[in-house]
């Protein structure tokens, strides 16, 4: 067995490990073990995604209340644009 470091370019990283996982080739080996997880770089964007979870949950839930339909906008593009502006 050889040990090699892979460097993907962040953009594509879960993309290209699930590939290389799911082939059964490659063994993952965490190199940032010392790291404590607070400190990963990715730990604000799972704790922002488990925000909005809990906040579409809450508006589900509140929908279901008021027996209010929940259903997808026809056209999408104006949120898209809103959002791009809020990150921004």
């Not at 490659?26 to 940032?32: K, P, Q, R, T």
């Not at 790291?35 to 839930?61: A, F, G, H």
Request: glycine residues 0%; negative net charge; without cysteine.
């Amino acid at each position: 067995m050889e040990l090699f470091q892979v460097m993907v370019q962040r953009e594509a990283d879960y993309d290209t490990l699930a590939e290389l996982l799911d082939l059964d080739i490659v063994h993952y080996v965490d190199l940032n073990e010392h790291v404590p997880p607070t400190k990963l770089l990715y730990i604000d964007s799972i704790k922002r995604i488990e925000e909005t979870n809990k906040s579409i949950k809450l508006i589900e839930q509140i929908y279901k209340a008021y027996q209010v339909p929940l259903k997808a906008p026809e056209d999408a593009s104006r949120q898209v644009r809103a959002i791009d502006e809020v990150l921004k």
